[in-house]
């Protein structure tokens, strides 16, 4: 199993900019794909951005340009730099990984705990 443990999250000014990080643990995995997603009060959990091993990203419309999602391979660790960061940006960040066991075929998906990003306007 893997766990991952989140961090960086917080209150924050409107036009202001926070990095959230995301470390994904456990034993005999390799990981195919990570990304954040958020969720805000009474709405669905949305993307919000996704990096792929190779080092692809794909990201929300609604983030382009402000946010940035990286990797660091050896440490298993997303990041997700915030900037410009707007009142509708307000929502619990999900960290979500796809594993693969050593030797394995099917593909898994774990999810952080969650971390509270909150931008006052």
């Known amino acids: 199993q893997v766990q991952l443990v989140e961090s960086g999250g917080g209150l924050v000014q409107a036009g202001g900019s926070l990095r959230l990080s995301c470390a994904a643990s456990?034993?005999?995995?390799?990981?195919?794909?990570m990304g954040w997603y958020r969720q805000a009060p009474g709405k669905q959990r949305d993307l919000v951005a996704t990096?792929?091993?190779?080092?692809?990203?794909n990201y929300a419309d609604s983030v382009k340009g402000r946010f940035t999602i990286s990797r660091d391979n050896a440490k298993n660790t997303v990041l997700l730099q915030m900037n410009s960061l707007k009142s509708e940006d307000t929502a619990v960040y999900y960290c979500n990984i796809i594993w693969r066991r050593f030797g394995g075929l099917v593909d898994f998906a774990s999810w952080g705990q969650g971390t509270q990003v909150t931008v006052s306007s």
């Open positions: 990096i792929t091993t190779g080092g692809s990203t």
């Open positions: 456990g034993s005999s995995f390799s990981i195919v794909g």
